[in-house]
């Protein structure tokens, strides 16, 4: 059975730190594109951040350069989001998804990822 179960969220205060984990089961994240999405109350969702099976990563949204990185543990079949210096705009329900093809991510949007997790609910708050 194929799943992503994430885990890392909660409430941090602004300029914080907090990272998200992504577990995959079911099947291999090494040759998938891995990615992030987040949607906040009241807006649709948006990609944050795209890596492709090569560990090349793409930004899916330009708020978070220079603040969230993305990264994978393929013998933990496992990705995550470190995200730094958050701000109360971050505050959202992040989401992890993969994407078996194409498995780049230069040049190709947030489009057509297969599997998604549950979501876990960021809060930046003082």
């Known amino acids: 059975q194929v799943q992503l179960v994430e885990s890392g969220g909660g409430l941090v205060q602004p300029g914080g730190s907090l990272r998200l984990s992504c577990a995959a089961s079911?099947?291999?994240?090494?040759?998938?594109?891995i990615g992030w999405f987040r949607q906040a109350p009241g807006k649709e969702r948006e990609g944050v951040l795209c890596m492709d099976s090569s560990d090349g990563s793409t930004y899916y949204a330009d708020s978070v350069k220079g603040r969230f990185t993305i990264s994978r543990d393929n013998a933990k079949n496992t990705m995550y989001l470190q995200m730094n210096s958050l701000k109360p705009e971050d505050t959202a329900v992040y989401y992890c998804a993969t994407r078996e093809a194409p498995s780049y991510c230069s040049g190709y949007g947030p489009v057509q990822y297969d599997y998604w997790g549950q979501g876990t609910q960021v809060t930046v708050a003082s």
């Open positions: 079911g099947f291999t994240l090494d040759y998938y594109a």
